[in-house]
């Protein structure tokens, strides 16, 4: 799977936005870009994937630039509960695993 | 709905014991189904995959096994425990077998190794 750079860490307040970016200059056309989160002393949570087109649900959107070469994760109103570790990954459309990286820590503080 | 069982949470073991965890996924059927580990202060490392029954891929050559003895349950096994092998062991299923789905984790279980 191609690679992603993402912030070692991140801060933010409490109910503001969070703007999280992950770079992927060698996507492929057949991608997926997968978020997932994990927050302390828990397994890794899903939170939202795309392959061109933004998307939006519950927990979280995601925006995909128009070269598909980076991303953001948006977090419309950040809570204590959103401190975790975030995760960007790209995964093929053919078989292939989740492969996690280091993440991006967020760090919200009240 | 779909859920996933892993067992214990939290276990502390002497060195050259064995081990034995177990996976359970219900609600579904035919899942692929994956084991994680991470060590402390460390990333998440793929251990195994099984895409079925019988089936099972290594990712890493190490003190581990796994098995899939039952279409929706994944065993990781050790015969002589390691220090090393202390972490947060983390069960995961999916339901494609490419980039269209996401994974669902268990819980963990947080081994100690002594």
């Known amino acids: 799977d191609a690679k992603t750079t993402q912030p070692n860490s991140m801060e933010s307040n409490e109910e503001e936005p969070v703007h999280l970016p992950c770079n992927h200059s060698t996507i492929s056309g057949t991608d997926y870009i997968h978020w997932y989160r994990q927050l302390p002393s828990q397994g890794p949570e899903y939170v939202i994937h795309g392959l061109t087109s933004n998307v939006n649900n519950r927990m979280a959107s995601l925006a995909i630039a128009e070269d598909r070469k980076s991303s953001t994760l948006i977090l419309h109103r950040a809570t204590l509960r959103d401190a975790a570790v975030y995760y960007c990954i790209l995964r093929n459309s053919g078989y292939s695993t989740l492969t996690f990286g280091k993440g991006t820590m967020l760090l919200v503080s009240p | 709905s779909q859920t996933i069982h892993q067992w214990p949470a939290t276990l502390v073991q002497p060195v050259g014991s064995p081990l034995s965890l177990e996976c359970t996924v219900e609600?579904?059927?035919?899942?692929?189904l994956y084991w994680y580990r991470q060590a402390a202060g460390r990333g998440l490392q793929l251990l195994f995959y099984s895409v079925g029954i019988g089936q099972i891929s290594s990712e890493v050559p190490q003190n581990l096994s796994a098995s899939r003895p039952q279409d929706r349950q994944f065993i990781l096994s050790s015969k002589k425990l390691l220090l090393s092998d202390s972490g947060f062991y983390l069960c995961a299923w999916s339901n494609d077998r490419g980039g269209t789905y996401g994974y669902t984790f268990g819980s963990g279980t947080r081994l100690t190794v002594v």
């Open positions: 609600g579904t059927s035919n899942p692929n």
